[in-house]
């Protein structure tokens, strides 16, 4: 009987992909495909430094360029294990603990390598630890979205945990402009549903990972992930403050829309909640003294 060890492979518990001596993905099994969301036929051919599950460790370093086991197993030949955060297709991360093992021909010499990766269960993501959080006192009533009690639960974890790259985590404040004269000239029941109007344009157009709080009164909050610089950061919220802008709600046959103010800011890695949120506090500020509809992030 022919055994097919790529048969075999496709059928193993965890993700299993194999590369050649010049690091050439060859092979890529259904787990490893279900696991990260990149398909057999986007990943064959390509070079596992292409970066595609972009590996890092619990200090945020990007192994792809500094540190990858896979290379160091080709080099040396010697077995290895770590627990990583890989890259998802779709942009999260999620934890892993990976295996590498030489290939080897009948000269023994390495000829490539292959690298097996579990999901870890042991190693709970800040996404679980989020969910396991979810209560109904967590939900705002008005605008059904995340409320500040709830906030401010996950940012003392982001602050207390240690196995989180802090340095890409941005927390933003953005307050209604000039609410006042819409609670004034249409009633509170036209500015609640404002209010729910931005809380939905949020909750549809944050990314998977990212999360959206009714702070309180017309002020709201955004903690983004995976944000590498301020460049970034604020091109993510130009698209927000867009989209909010051309948002609208119709009371009496006139369309009514806002504009806000929004101030951000990364963590850094001393802070509190309350040095978070006073430095996100002073930009949106900053925003209002600027004219309002601004971005502010330093």
């Not at 010499?109 to 042991?122: D, Q």
């Amino acid at each position: 009987m022919k055994i097919d060890l790529n048969d075999i492979l496709d059928n193993i518990y965890g993700g299993v992909y194999y590369v050649d001596q010049n690091r050439k993905i060859r092979y890529w099994n259904k787990e490893a495909a279900e696991i990260t969301g990149f398909s057999k036929a986007e990943v064959i051919g390509k070079h596992c430094y292409d970066n595609i599950l972009q590996h890092v460790d619990d200090q945020g370093t990007n192994l792809c360029h500094n540190g990858c086991p896979l290379h160091a197993t080709m080099e040396d030949g010697k077995k290895r294990e770590a627990n990583v955060y890989l890259h998802h297709k779709d942009g999260q991360r999620i934890p892993v603990t990976i295996r590498t093992v030489p290939l080897k021909d009948e000269k023994n010499e390495i000829v490539g390598a292959v690298e097996l990766f579990l999901k870890n269960i042991k190693m709970k993501s800040l996404e679980e630890k989020i969910n396991e959080l979810k209560q109904e006192n967590h939900r705002d009533k008005l605008t059904e979205i995340n409320n500040r009690n709830y906030l401010e639960k996950i940012l003392a974890e982001i602050i207390e945990r240690n196995d989180i790259n802090k340095d890409n985590i941005a927390f933003c404040f953005l307050d209604v402009d000039d609410f006042k004269y819409i609670n004034d000239n249409y009633g509170h029941l036209v500015g609640d549903r404002i209010l729910a109007m931005i809380a939905n344009t949020l909750k549809n157009n944050l990314r998977d990972a990212d999360k959206a709080f009714r702070w309180g009164g017309d002020e709201f909050a955004l903690i983004l992930f995976d944000i590498n610089n301020n460049t970034y950061l604020k091109n993510l919220l130009e698209r927000l403050k867009l989209l909010i802008n051309e948002s609208f709600i119709e009371h009496k046959q006139e369309k009514i829309n806002v504009t806000m103010s929004f101030g951000a800011t990364k963590f850094s890695k001393n802070d509190t909640i309350e040095s978070l949120t006073k430095r996100a506090d002073n930009n949106m500020y900053e925003s209002k003294k600027q004219g309002k509809n601004q971005i502010t992030v330093n």
